[in-house]
Every structure is written in structure tokens, then in C-alpha cells.
């Protein structure tokens, strides 16, 4: 009778430990496609939301503000959001190609978990939930990088789920950067936001599975 129950339990025990110790650490090859005005999907994961950014507020039933959010001031545009989940490639993306302007982390005292149970659940079953109406986006430590390019700058905030950023961060101010590069590791998922000028269109809705470095995110006008 203990050995049925013995090797199940054996069995999740290794499945938990290849999950966080190798599988989380996979790094894919990715090609970006070859399309010069395609904003590239920052990172692996679902498109929770997209809304419009004006006079500094995201729009919405829940109107924050988009210095809060993202850690910098940003001009009216769009703002996207893709949740990184713990089976998801944790490696985040440079979206665009450019010179990198700004490049900060922001801690926080306590991180809150992005998703509540329901939110959780329904992300299983293929229904995002609009993180935005959470404490989390707003509260939790983040990185931050601005991209300076010819159609306006172009910000990438990648935020911490409950269990910390643990995020380590490949780009520095200064530095010439390249679309679908690898921008940071993020070892615990979390939340990518990405903010784009009003002289890009979003090029994916809510509730897309993406794939960071390959789907396009957005293009130009």
C-alpha cells in the first residue's frame, strides 16, 4: 500500500524538480522574422491586455496611471501586457531595434501575486484576466528599458509575480540594441509590458499565445 503511494508522490517530486532546476532554463533558438516595421512580442505567454494610453492614464473600466505602471513617462500610444507563466520560456526579448535611453529596476518591500485564484484559473482554461484591476502590476519590483527609435520610444517594464523578480537584466543604458536579442532572464515568469508610441498598431489581441522574439507585437502606421 505505501510503495502505490510512494512512487506517485516520487514521481511529482522529480516532475517539480525538472520544472524549476532545467525546464525553466530552456533557451530556444529564435530566428525574428524579417519584417523591418514589426515590433517583436517581448516575451512567451498570453496577451492579458491591450489598451490605448492618453494623457498619461491607461484607459479602461480601470484607468491607471501609465508613470505608475511602467516606471517612466511615456507619450499617448498603446499598451500591451503578456503573462509569462512558470511554463513559458523565461528569457524576455528586445522588441524593437534602437539605442537603449533608460535602464532601471525598481524594488519593492513586498511583492503580491499577479493573479487571484479565479484569474489563475481562468488563464488555464484560455480566458485571460485584465491584470490591471490587481495590486501586483502596480506594487511589485520591476525592470525597465526605453528604446529610443525613429517612430518614438518604445518601453518594455517586465514586472514581478508574487514570488519576486528574480530577474537578471542584459541591457544597460547606452547600448545599441537589436530586435529579438535577449533583453533579460526572468527566473520566477511575471508580467511584460510594453508601450508603444501612437505611430504603432497592435498586431495581436487578447487572449493570443505568443512567442517572444517571433510573433509580431505591433507594426507601423
Known amino acids: 500500500m505505501r510503495a502505490r503511494f510512494a512512487l506517485p508522490l516520487l514521481a511529482a517530486a522529480?516532475?517539480?524538480?525538472?520544472?524549476?532546476?532545467?525546464?525553466?532554463?530552456r533557451d530556444p533558438v529564435r530566428l525574428p522574422p524579417?519584417?523591418?516595421?514589426?515590433?517583436?512580442?517581448?516575451?512567451?505567454?498570453?496577451v492579458c491586455f491591450v489598451r490605448r494610453v492618453?494623457?498619461?492614464?491607461?484607459?479602461?473600466?480601470?484607468?491607471?496611471?501609465?508613470a505608475a505602471l511602467l516606471g517612466t513617462a511615456v507619450s499617448?500610444?498603446?499598451?500591451?501586457?503578456?503573462?509569462?507563466?512558470?511554463l513559458d520560456v523565461h528569457y524576455a526579448?528586445?522588441?524593437?531595434?534602437?539605442?537603449?535611453?533608460?535602464?532601471?529596476?525598481?524594488?519593492?518591500?513586498?511583492?503580491?501575486?499577479?493573479?487571484?485564484?479565479?484569474?489563475?484559473?481562468?488563464?488555464?482554461?484560455?480566458?485571460p484576466a485584465d491584470l490591471l484591476a490587481q495590486r501586483g502590476p502596480l506594487e511589485n519590483e520591476r525592470m525597465?528599458?526605453?528604446?529610443?527609435?525613429?517612430?518614438g520610444d518604445v518601453t518594455l517594464t517586465l514586472v514581478a509575480p508574487g514570488a519576486g523578480l528574480h530577474g537578471t537584466s542584459f541591457v544597460r543604458a547606452g547600448d545599441e540594441a537589436r530586435a529579438g536579442h535577449k533583453a533579460a532572464f526572468l527566473a520566477e515568469g511575471g508580467l511584460a509590458l510594453l508601450h508603444l508610441p501612437a505611430g504603432y498598431t497592435p498586431a495581436v489581441i487578447v487572449g493570443d499565445r505568443v512567442q517572444g522574439a517571433q510573433s509580431v507585437a505591433a507594426r507601423q502606421d
Open 14 to 25: 522529480a516532475a517539480g524538480w525538472y520544472l524549476r532546476s532545467v525546464y525553466r532554463f
Open 144 to 151: 525597465t528599458a526605453v528604446t529610443r527609435t525613429a517612430h
Open 54 to 66: 492618453e494623457g498619461g492614464l491607461i484607459t479602461g473600466e480601470t484607468a491607471v496611471e501609465a
Open 93 to 127: 526579448y528586445q522588441p524593437v531595434t534602437g539605442q537603449l535611453l533608460h535602464a532601471s529596476h525598481t524594488g519593492a518591500r513586498v511583492n503580491v501575486p499577479l493573479l487571484g485564484l479565479g484569474e489563475a484559473l481562468g488563464l488555464l482554461t484560455g480566458r
Open 76 to 86: 499617448d500610444g498603446w499598451l500591451l501586457g503578456f503573462f509569462v507563466g512558470p
Open 34 to 46: 524579417p519584417d523591418a516595421g514589426a515590433v517583436l512580442s517581448p516575451a512567451d505567454g498570453v
